[in-house]
């Protein structure tokens, strides 16, 4: 038998290290930005996580840079922007008006230059966590990324958790790799506070009219809804692999997603895709998530981590 309780009772708040967040959804690096201020209010969210920032401007990758596909999207965007100094003179101070923690994502070409940019946004008032985002299969050539073996994945979050001294630090996962779990070892013994998991996997379209492949840069990064079940399997092996929280992203568009992810392992879940489709996901996710436990019993929706791992906690009520 469930005991019933309000929505209103339910505690939606997450620990992710030393970090609380008032709920456990937030946006996916590079899907949202703050003009989705005009559709609500942005500091219902638990976190707010910023486009990759790269030390210096790019340009990004030649256009079309997005072609749709079957249950998800291929985008080779390629971090176009205006860099590191541009970010946190005007971006940053853009992002905190909202009250939401900020998270300043990160992508750099070198562990050196990781460092650098690491220690500079620690440095930034108002940043909460630093998302260092070694996983983008854009950014290299080949599609080739830091996150795609343990050792690269390694240096890079030793540099800057060196560089970055208590801030938060997570570390953003690449689904190209062999072993997930490898990876996600790797950067949590060099001292990550958090892995999230995942990044977009590699992908192809082609126009058979032209022969060509239908993005510029012909390879792309691929997410959406299709995308969900694989996100949830490497989320579910690196919960298991590392102690540390585990934050899930990859075809989450409700509520519902956000459960499974947090019953795989995941501490807290973002949404990418989902806001391009329906701008309120978010918002409608943190009310139906409020609902859903109140239905069920589930006082703290933190209980929800891990509850359908192999040998941890009994799994939730059904009913
Ligand atoms: C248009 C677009 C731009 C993205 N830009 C970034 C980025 O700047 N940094 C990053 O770490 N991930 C980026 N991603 C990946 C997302 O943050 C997310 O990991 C991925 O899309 C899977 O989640 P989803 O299926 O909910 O979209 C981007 C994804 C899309 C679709």
Known sequence: MVSAITPAQVDLSVRIGSLTLANPIMPASGTFGPELAQVFDLGLLGAL???????????GNPLPRLAETEGGVLNSIGIPGKGLDHFIATQVPDWRRFGAPVVASLSAPTVAAFADAARRLAETPGIAAIEANISCPNLEEDGRAFAMHPEPAA??????????????????????????????RAVEAEGADA???????LGLAIDIETGRPKLGAGMGGFSGPAFKPIA????????????VPVIGVGGIA????????????AT???LGTASFVSPTAMPQAIGELRAWCARKGVARAAALTGAALPATRPPVAAG
């Open 49 to 59: 996580v910023t486009k990759s920032v790269t030390p210096e401007a790019r340009a």
């Open 155 to 184: 240096a890079a979050t030793a540099a800057m958790r060196r560089a970055v001294g208590a801030t938060p630090l997570w570390v953003k996962l690449s689904p190209n790799t062999g072993d997930i779990a490898a990876v996600a």
């Open 195 to 201: 892995v999230v998991a995942v990044n977009t996997i």
């Open 232 to 243: 949830l399997r490497m989320v579910w092996q690196c919960a298991q692999a590392v102690r």
């Open 254 to 265: 409700s509520a519902a997603d956000a459960v499974e992810f947090m019953m795989a392992g």
């Open 268 to 270: 807290a879940v973002q």
